[in-house]
């Protein structure tokens, strides 16, 4: 199983930055994708949350109306559009994906990418 993040960088205030995560080793269609982020000496905290099979989503709101989620279950990927980059968005951005499988939670994590906003 593999969560792989990548289009994570440096980038100016107001830029833009579009984060993947491919996914593999599992049923990904099935599975609910989120992004979460940390900075530094703060906690992990949720960014933006897709759930399968076409429901809802949702996100923070530090970045309603500037980033999107979106996901290809064909591609076996998810998406982070970022738009409007603040300096408060700089942190590691992680992928993770959860489902429930025979009665139990199953969940994964990818490994991160880095997201820095700094003119």
């Known amino acids: 199983v593999q969560l792989v993040e990548s289009g994570g960088g440096l980038v100016q205030p107001g830029g833009s930055l579009r984060l993947s995560c491919a996914a593999s080793g599992f049923t990904f269609s099935r599975y609910d994708m989120s992004w979460y982020r940390q900075a530094p000496g703060k906690e992990r905290e949720l960014v933006a949350l897709?759930?399968?099979?076409?429901?809802?989503?949702t996100y923070s709101d530090s970045v309603k109306g500037r980033f999107t989620i979106a996901r290809d279950d064909a591609k076996r990927t998810a998406y982070l559009q970022m738009n409007s980059l603040k300096p408060e968005d700089t942190a590691v951005y992680y992928c993770y994906a959860a489902a429930v499988v025979s009665g139990k939670k199953d969940d994964y994590w990818g490994q991160g990418t880095q997201v820095t906003v700094s003119s």
């Open positions: 897709k759930i399968s099979a076409g429901g809802r989503t």
